[in-house]
């Protein structure tokens, strides 16, 4: 009977691979107390999908649990609370009707930001080809907020879906604190989850349990269509940005 070959045994050998050796960089930041879906590039090669990626500036969603009826130092549930307020006035209507004042508000700010007039042909255009989405920015720019949703309200707390770009952890819960405002009671950020990054949602994350190699690895190959979708993403805008800038070219010569 032949005998086991340890030479490449991890108590002969030691590990086969260091830390150091594998290199993992996340395509954008998550907040400390945010959670949810994080793309990661890993391998050297990697990092120009994940620029391109990054380049593109993707759109992101979150589901944001608010509590009503306080209000506090750092915007969060865990802060120091400066005020709390009954909250008996809140209604469902009322919580619609101030999301959808939020919303009309900062779908302005995305013109605004453009500068385009809103009450002009050029902004019926710009609309009309989906979202305006700004080019990324290393250096910090303003959030810009497409869309909030009520999901659920059971007070003291409610439950909302919030499609942004350009955001920050602070940026959403200073956000929900001037919900709170509006509504006449305060408010705090006390969950935030990123369902969604780009082309990449929860369904294609995997969690803590399932960090190792053959669970990495397979979501890899799964993750490479959707990478390929976002790369063109990249170029389609690059594309239309190139156009754009001929197209005013052409209407500096013509004056």
């Known amino acids: 009977m032949d005998a086991e070959d340890v030479q490449f045994h991890p108590l002969v050998l030691g590990d086969l ?90 779908s302005k700010q995305q013109f605004d930001l453009a500068g385009v007039d809103l009450q002009t042909q050029e902004a019926y255009e710009l609309a009309s080809k989906g979202m305006l989405r700004p080019e990324y920015s290393n250096t910090g720019t303003q959030t810009i907020i497409y869309s909030v ?24 819960a200073r956000f929900i604190h001037d919900l709170g405002i509006d509504l006449r009671c305060g408010a705090v950020c006390n969950k935030l989850r990123r369902l969604r990054f780009g082309y990449f949602d929860v369904s294609h994350a995997l969690t803590h349990l399932q960090w190792d190699s053959s669970s990495i690895i397979g979501n890899i190959e799964t993750c490479q269509p959707i990478t390929a979708l976002a790369m063109l993403d990249r170029a389609n805008q690059l594309a239309e940005s190139t156009k754009n800038k001929h197209n005013l070219l052409k209407g500096s010569v013509a004056d």
């Open 17 to 106: 691979w260091r830390p150091q050796d594998v290199w993992v960089t996340p395509i954008d930041t998550l907040s400390t107390y945010a959670s949810g879906v994080l793309p990661v590039a890993i391998g050297r090669a990697a990092k120009s999908s994940l620029k391109v990626i990054r380049m593109s500036n993707p759109v992101r969603v979150y589901r944001a649990t608010m509590t009503l009826g306080i209000a506090t130092d750092n915007y969060l549930s865990h802060g120091n609370v400066l005020e709390r307020v009954k909250i008996k006035h809140v209604t469902q209507a009322m919580v619609d009707r101030v999301l959808a004042g939020a919303q009309a508000a900062h």
């Open 149 to 172: 949703k009520p999901v659920e309200f059971s007070p003291p707390e409610l439950q909302i879906e919030i499609t942004c770009v350009n955001e920050t952890g602070l940026s959403l």
